[in-house]
């Protein structure tokens, strides 16, 4: 076969072609579909009935739910300009979100407060082969720093809008939260607390303790391997293995319980996460203060600066773009493991997972499994937004 | 004056610098020749201590340095490093006053200081003061690397192949302005290179060094003419040396009186430009000009006695 043979037709539209990725998304998007749109439960624990997506909302409502299914369905699996991939992207997950509010409130039965309507599996999947979408679409498009900060302000705005006008009240997800408001806000605090104050102590302690074993070569090997050991035990283990020690200290060094230490509780959850979060950031400040280009070092040092000032004025701002990677990698994993955190009393969102788990009540441990979602979420694209915005200064060396 | 004085360093028990003792005249450049691993670059930076001496001395202007903070001696002497060195998150204007805010010059002197500078290196402050380093182009660069190195008036300025990753008409030029500067400031200079070329246009005195032993210290004239081992004149290279000689002399120095035909050649060229020119015009003499004016002639016949092995 000849390459003429191979070419495209030049009159078809370049649109009108198959986008590799948009062929997955539809294939998700087409079992979204199919899937049942929604949950219905006479209560909270019994199993629960699916309901198809053409039952789940009155007629017109399902009928503007599945066009504008069809119409992001295609420009997903054509090559339409990303941006117009992220535009519909967005509209779709609208249109989804704002109707799945408006299921619950057409399914559940007038008067009815034990009756819950939750997402079922093909709502799911809809959000996310969308989501997947709009991620694509941002990629492509190379969005700046700023812009991609302002979209994700943008969407919380969105999301916000959305509960706070009381359109998803209906959803058991909602009504979950409406029993539990208080506790949801302190457990929030609980874990932001946690997931916030072991990253800034690891900070602390991390960086400092990079900075030694950069300058000082032998060390590094030793405190690396250490804190290597460190990261493999699990997590639930490590949890586990503090309660002795920590209690022990509680008991027998005056004061200790004074300030909160205990074998249960705040302590040893801080204690864990703290141990998790230092190998990213301390191998992170060795990585990036010995990237930093050579020339200058000795340029620093030809002209006289000291071993402070070449730390100050040269080497930690070089760096600095690989030590905040360290810290975006360990912020992010310690909102998501300081769910675990509340096995051992710890409090965070982990304790609405855990008591789901314990009642079968999938609503509850949605209530807390999604805020550490969103959170973790959020948290990574600001610090990435920022580790871009530090190395853009001085890319080329 | 620089005075090195019977200096060895050795890495693991080899010696990377042999017993070397070399004196720097002030106010003149010293440029140290030798191929990669001779110890050149090492004998450099143990004038700034960058690198320690295991035995052996240098004294500045008579004081041994060895009793002195490294910072405080390196913050005397201008320090310029092959791929210039620049700190790339900090802009022109902060680089250069690297060395004056170390030395706690105020504000305003710094500031005038760093015009000065750039304007002398042809960079517009206005237009460039606030560039960052990768903003510029190579030539530009390494301007700024020198500017940087010369910002707090230092009587000595080391450099280490600065002119390594230029291309050959941005060096030229680079090697002219160094030229020019080393006149008007009186700078003593003590620059590194592998280059032969480099050094017989740059140094009044060259350093050959071979595996840390420096094997000749002369002026050009000498190197060229009496090189003091077959490495030397390997170095140089035997079939250059009649022009790498022509090179170290300007026309000026040899006009003669008469008439030539063609198209004249600049007072200011060296002879072995006026040579390449006479050769390749198939001209037995070329007329002189300065300022316009024909001033004189240079032959053929002449030059090819002055191109011939000194006695």
């Known amino acids: ?397 | 004056m620089i005075e090195i004085d019977d200096i060895t360093k050795t890495y693991n028990g080899q010696a990377v610098v042999d017993q070397v003792t070399l004196t720097i005249q002030p106010h003149t450049i010293c440029v140290v020749v030798g191929t990669s691993g001779s110890g050149k670059t090492t004998l450099m930076r143990m004038i700034n201590k960058l690198v320690e001496p295991t035995s052996g001395s240098v004294r500045i202007d008579g004081e041994d340095i060895a009793g002195l903070p490294a910072y405080e001696l390196r913050r005397r002497m201008g320090y310029v490093i092959q791929g210039h060195g620049l700190f790339p998150h900090r802009s022109v204007g902060q680089n250069i006053a690297t060395v004056p805010k170390l030395l706690g010059w105020t504000k305003a002197k710094t500031r005038d200081r760093v015009d000065e500078l750039m304007t002398l290196f042809q960079l517009d402050p206005a237009e460039f003061r606030d560039r960052l380093p990768h903003e510029l182009s190579g030539g530009q660069q390494q301007r700024v690397g020198v500017a940087r190195a010369l910002a707090a008036k230092p009587n000595i300025l080391l450099m280490d192949e600065p002119y390594g990753a230029l291309d050959p008409v941005i060096r030229a030029k680079a090697q002219e302005d160094l030229l020019n500067i080393q006149r008007q400031f009186g700078t003593t200079i003590v620059l590194v290179t592998h280059d032969m070329e480099e050094a017989i246009h740059l140094g009044h005195t060259i350093a050959v060094m071979d595996q840390g032993k420096l094997l000749q210290a002369a002026s050009p004239a000498e190197i060229i003419g009496k090189p003091a081992t077959p490495f030397v004149a390997e170095l140089i290279g035997t079939s250059e040396r009649p022009f790498r000689l022509l090179s170290l002399f300007k026309v000026a120095d040899h006009i003669e009186p008469g008439e030539a035909e063609g198209k004249p050649i600049e007072a200011s060229a060296s002879l072995r430009d006026a040579y390449a020119e006479l050769l390749w015009s198939g001209r037995p003499d070329l007329p002189v000009q300065r300022d316009g004016q024909v001033v004189g002639r240079v032959t053929l016949d002449a030059l090819a006695r002055l191109a011939a092995r000194p006695q």
Not at chain 1, 181 to 204: C, D, K, N, Q, Y
Not at chain 1, 288 to 310: E, F, K, Y
Request: aromatic share 8%; hydrophobic share 60%.
């Open chain 1, 1 to 397: 076969m000849s390459i003429a043979e191979l070419a495209p037709v030049s009159s078809r539209p370049a649109w009108l072609a198959l986008d590799k990725l948009g062929v997955l998304i539809a294939l998700i998007a087409a079992a979204g579909a199919a899937l049942p749109f929604a949950l219905f439960r006479a209560n909270r624990i019994v199993p629960g009935d699916t309901v198809a997506l053409a039952q789940a909302l009155p007629g017109s409502l399902a009928m503007a739910l599945a066009l504008s299914l069809l119409a992001g369905f295609a420009v997903a699996l054509l090559r339409f300009p990303a941006l117009t991939k992220l535009l519909v992207g967005f509209v779709v997950l609208g249109v989804l979100f704002v109707l799945m509010g408006q299921s619950a409130a057409f399914l559940t039965p007038p008067d009815d407060t034990f009756a819950r309507v939750a997402p079922g599996a093909g709502f799911w999947l809809l959000a996310f082969a969308f989501a997947l979408l709009v991620t694509d679409a941002l990629t492509r498009l190379r969005l700046a720093p700023l812009w991609r900060l302002a979209i994700l302000a943008a969407v919380l705005a969105a999301m916000a809008l959305l509960l706070w006008s009381g359109g998803w009240n209906q959803l058991s997800l909602l009504k979950e939260y409406a029993n539990r408001a208080p506790a949801f806000w302190a457990e929030a605090r609980a874990h932001l607390v946690l997931a916030f104050g072991s990253v800034a102590i690891a900070t602390v302690v991390g960086v400092p303790l990079g900075i030694l074993c950069y300058k000082v070569r032998p060390l590094r090997a030793g405190v690396l391997n250490v804190l290597n050991i460190v990261q493999t035990i699990p997590s639930i283990a490590l949890f586990g293995l503090l309660i002795a020690p920590l209690a022990w200290i509680a008991a027998n060094v005056p004061g200790a319980s004074a300030i909160g230490i205990s074998g249960i509780g705040t302590a040893p959850a801080l204690v864990a996460l703290f141990a998790y979060s230092l190998l990213p950031i301390v191998s992170n400040t060795v990585v990036g203060l010995n990237n930093v280009s050579p020339a200058a070092i000795d340029a620093a040092r030809g002209m006289g600066m000291t071993v402070w000032q070449r730390l100050v004025a040269v080497e930690l701002p070089l760096g600095f773009p690989v030590i905040l990677t360290g810290i975006r990698i360990v912020l992010v994993q310690n909102i998501g493991l300081t769910t675990i955190a509340a096995l051992i009393g710890g409090g965070g969102f982990g304790v609405f997972v855990f008591q789901g788990i314990g009642q079968t009540a999938m609503d509850l441990v949605l209530l807390g499994a999604v805020p550490t979602v969103v959170l973790a979420f959020v948290a990574a694209v600001v610090l990435d937004a920022m580790v871009e915005m530090t190395s853009r200064e001085g890319k080329r060396p």
